[in-house]
T-cell receptor, first 110, second 115 residues
Framework: RKEVEQDPGPFNVPEGATVAFNCTYS??????FFWYRQDCRKEPKLLMS?????NEDGRFTAQLNRASQYISLLIRDSKLSDSATYLC???????????WGAGTKLIIKP | DTGVSQDPRHKITKRGQNVTFRCDPI?????LYWYRQTLGQGPEFLTY????????KSRLLSDRFSAERPKGSFSTLEIQRTEQGDSAMYLC?????????????FGEGSWLTVV
C-alpha cells in the first residue's frame, strides 16, 4: 500500500461544475500537506498548502482531516484550463521529505 | 529566467551508455532535490543536498546513480550503464530551507529515453 493514495481518475467534468477529490495518507507522523498541479509532460507546480482549518484560494478549497487522515481539494466553477493532474503531497520527518501520491487526472469538458 | 533550470531537456541514449544531467537551482537556495517520475506516477525522491552536503539518498538510487553538488551551487546527476528501466523524467527542485520548512520549486525536468 502506498503511503499517499489518490484515485487516478480520470474525472470527466463539464465546464462550470464543481469537482472534489480526496487523498489519503497512512503515516500519522505526516506534518504538512500540499496540492500540486501538473500539466502533461511538465513539472509539478504548487497549487496550495493545506491547513487543518481549511483554506481557500479563489475557486480552490483544500481541507485536512487529521483524524481520518485524508485531505481534499474542491474546485468550483471549473474552467477548461483546470484540466491537469492533481498531486497530493505529504511532508514528514526531520528532513521534511515529500511523499507524493500518483495523482488524479482531471478533464474539464466544454 | 531565474527559475530552476535543467539541461539537457531531452536525452535519448543507448542501453549501457552513461548520461549526466545538470541542474542550476534558484540563486541562494540552499536545498537541492532530485526526483524521478514515470508516466502515471508521482515523483519519487532520489536524493537531496543542503548546500554541498548530500544528506539523504533513496534506496532507489542504485550504485549506478551518483549525484554531486560541488560548491553548493549547481548539481549533476549521473547514471552509469543505463538500463531501459531508467527511462523517466528526472526532476530537479530547489528551496530556501528554514527550520519551519520551505517551498520547493521544480525545474522543467530532463526526459531520458534509453533504447
Amino acid at each position: 500500500r502506498k503511503e499517499v493514495e489518490q484515485d487516478p481518475g480520470p474525472f470527466n467534468v463539464p465546464e462550470g461544475a464543481t469537482v472534489a477529490f480526496n487523498c489519503t495518507y497512512s503515516n500519522s507522523a505526516s506534518q504538512s500537506f500540499f496540492w500540486y498541479r501538473q500539466d502533461c509532460r511538465k513539472e509539478p507546480k504548487l497549487l496550495m498548502s493545506v491547513y487543518s482549518s481549511g483554506n481557500e484560494d479563489g475557486r480552490f478549497t483544500a481541507q485536512l482531516n487529521r483524524a481520518s487522515q485524508y485531505i481534499s481539494l474542491l474546485i468550483r466553477d471549473s474552467k477548461l484550463s483546470d484540466s491537469a493532474t492533481y498531486l497530493c503531497v505529504a511532508r514528514r520527518g526531520s528532513n521534511y521529505q515529500l511523499i507524493w501520491g500518483a495523482g488524479t487526472k482531471l478533464i474539464i469538458k466544454p | 529566467d531565474t527559475g530552476v533550470s535543467q539541461d539537457p531537456r531531452h536525452k535519448i541514449t543507448k542501453r549501457g551508455q552513461n548520461v549526466t544531467f545538470r541542474c542550476d537551482p534558484i540563486s541562494e537556495h540552499n536545498r537541492l532535490y532530485w526526483y524521478r517520475q514515470t508516466l502515471g506516477q508521482g515523483p519519487e525522491f532520489l536524493t537531496y543536498f543542503q548546500n554541498e552536503a548530500q544528506l539523504e539518498k533513496s534506496r532507489l538510487l542504485s550504485d549506478r546513480f551518483s549525484a554531486e553538488r560541488p560548491k553548493g551551487s549547481f548539481s549533476t546527476l549521473e547514471i552509469q550503464r543505463t538500463e531501459q528501466g531508467d527511462s523517466a523524467m528526472y526532476l530537479c527542485a530547489s528551496s530556501l530551507f528554514f527550520r519551519s520548512g520551505d517551498t520547493i520549486y521544480f525545474g522543467e525536468g530532463s526526459w531520458l529515453t534509453v533504447v
